[in-house]
């Protein structure tokens, strides 16, 4: 698929189907997550699939944000293993996640997957919950699945402000 294509028409979506998710679609999606930029290359991104029921009744009991996907995708990072900036007050391992779940929403909607970026949560009571190591640190969850009848686009995601209002040449 052409990515401006993807980055147009891909929106969050709130209502899955019950469909799963197969396998090569997700190997494909978290592949496309493992090839993202980091800052010095340091790849202190740990990606978590939870599929079982468990592991998404964990989700549930966090947040009301899963809307019945069959997969869900939880984004962390390992805090010692991040770039530190001049300054030293300063590391990358929230923004180094953040271009690493943003290959990965953008690869599900090249492999026909809906999702929506989750961060209505408590990061630090998710880690506890899944038992994560006291190193990391959870991001966000990605819902992955296939959008329900009804499904789309809210009222509000086509409107985007003008370049002139986001963009300023200094």
Known sequence: M???QVVKNRYSCKKYSSKPVPDEAIKAILETGRLAPTAKNLQEQHIYLLRSGESLAKMDSLTPCRYNAPAVLMVAYDKEKVYTYPGG???SGAEDAAIVATHLILAAYNEG????????YDPD?????????ENEAVLCFIDLGYAADGAGPLPNHFS????TETVTEI
């Open 2 to 4: 052409d990515f401006t």
């Open 89 to 91: 007050r300063y590391t």
């Open 113 to 120: 997957v809906d999702s929506c970026w989750v961060n209505n």
């Open 125 to 133: 009571k998710a880690a506890e919950i899944f038992g994560l190591p």
């Open 160 to 163: 985007r402000k003008e370049l």
